[in-house]
């Protein structure tokens, strides 16, 4: 579906048309897959996904647009007013004409308009972009860092609501977690070595690292495979909480790498989370864990590993890197 958000007149004067496309909307995919094809296959897989069929989640494609043809493009993935925000994109011979801060204006206005609670991104620390979002609200998530946040209310008042104690479910991968898991990855929790099966190491957003996870359900569904994650959802908020994996060790191909992570509030659920997921048959099993990152290690421990290693000075605590934190190494 599209609707018109009226116009947008660029620095040479020139109006332009703008509008959002809800996905999915069959008579805009391809015009928007196009504008977007430079983002890879991982990313044209994604856009196709959320052009072409219902996800379970509030995907919109805001776009500037000469009758039709469109020349820059800003998504967001909602669930429950929480999400992504990316794909901003102005075409090369439209660019430094104001496109991208004209369509940002409507977009943030459209999404505080529909009640939006709060927006994640990713871009250059100190770059251009970095700035054009500061200017909109958006602030980083901690020094020298290019994620950023944005909240309609505040920090504090959104995740003392979002990830307040309700009822859980653990789930396999699916949509729905793709913009609701933004909050907990990116937070300001205890805990550097995140996933380290999908490389979540500190606070990073789920957009880009989320999407091989869905993809690999996706797959394994289809095939009657077990799943390689499972999801521990807030059923009220629809907030991820947590989230346990395995993927095999880059460097010895039989050794499972195994990882768990939660919510500071939702620690407790974790043993259940760990003993739901199926591993594979390994010659051995391996997970990391920052030394500081208490409850992690006791889950780990309770589950059979043991810690045979600690890793001096091995993950920085932000992206400033002011000092390192020494990681345990577990096995079992």
Known sequence: MYKDLGYVTLKTRERVEAGVVFGPDAEWAERLEKLLSHKGDLWNWQNRQALRSSLGIDVQFYLLHRQGIPLANILTSELAGVGHLGHVWTEPEDRQKGASTGLMDIQMRDFRSRGGKALFLGTGFDSVPYHIYKRFGFSGVEPESGCMEWYATSKERFESSYFARAETKIQSPQWTHWPSSAALFL??????????????????????LFLPLLRDAERRQATGEKPRALVLCNTHTTAVVGLVAWGWHPLWEDI?????????????????????????????????????????????????????????????????????????????
Request: with cysteine; glycine share 8%; aromatic share 10%.
């Open 187 to 208: 937070g300001d929790f205890p805990c550097v070595v995140r996933c380290a099966p999908l490389r979540l190491i500190g606070r990073q957003s789920t957009e880009g």
């Open 256 to 332: 499972c790498l195994v990882d768990v992570y939660c919510h500071p509030s939702y620690w407790d659920s974790a043993g259940e989370l760990l003993s739901s997921l199926p591993l594979p048959d390994a010659e051995g099993y391996v997970a990391y864990s920052d030394t500081n990152c208490r409850q992690k290690t006791a889950v780990l421990l309770n589950h059979g590993f043991r810690q045979t290693a600690t890793l001096k000075g091995r993950v920085p605590n932000t992206r400033a890197k002011t000092f390192f934190l020494e990681v345990a190494l577990l096995e079992r």
